[in-house]
Nanobody, 132 residues
Framework: QVQLVESGGGLVQPGGSLRLSCAAS??????????IGWFRQAPVKEREGVSC????????YYADSVKGRFTISRDNAKSTVYLQMNSLKPEDTAVYYC???????????????????????WGQGTQVTVSS
């Protein structure tokens, strides 16, 4: 069974940085093609895709609102995906989730799409608060 555990959230001042981690386990050989994504949800807002990466070629997607500030990466040896967040803004405040999906998510990222509808397994989320 796929399990995802996020960590690294917290309170940071505007302009600061955080690195989120998503530790993954339970992947099977059926997951020949998959993607892992970071999503966020602020109060009274819909969940939005922040950044996604797929396993075969490290193709990535970034939301326009985070391009140039956030970087997604993965460490296969540690089965962990990271989201480095720099130059944080108050509007980045949200609960951040990582998620994974099979072929559907892999295809989605190839089409430059990072939508929660394409991901089926989710972590519990970690709170990020950007405030002075």
């Amino acid at each position: 069974q796929v399990q995802l555990v996020e960590s690294g959230g917290g309170l940071v001042q505007p302009g600061g940085s955080l690195r989120l981690s998503c530790a993954a386990s339970g992947f099977t050989l059926d997951y020949h093609h998959y993607a892992i994504g970071w999503f966020r949800q602020a109060p009274v807002k819909e969940r939005e895709g922040v950044s996604c990466i797929r396993n075969s070629d490290d193709s990535t997607y970034y939301a326009d609102s985070v391009k140039g500030r956030f970087t997604i990466s993965r460490d296969n040896a540690k089965s962990t995906v990271y989201l480095q967040m720099n130059s944080l803004k108050p509007e980045d405040t949200a609960v951040y989730y990582c998620a994974t999906g099979g072929l559907r998510s892999w295809v989605a990222v190839s089409m430059k799409r990072c939508s929660s509808a394409d991901f089926g397994s989710w972590g519990q989320g970690t709170q990020v608060t950007v405030s002075s």
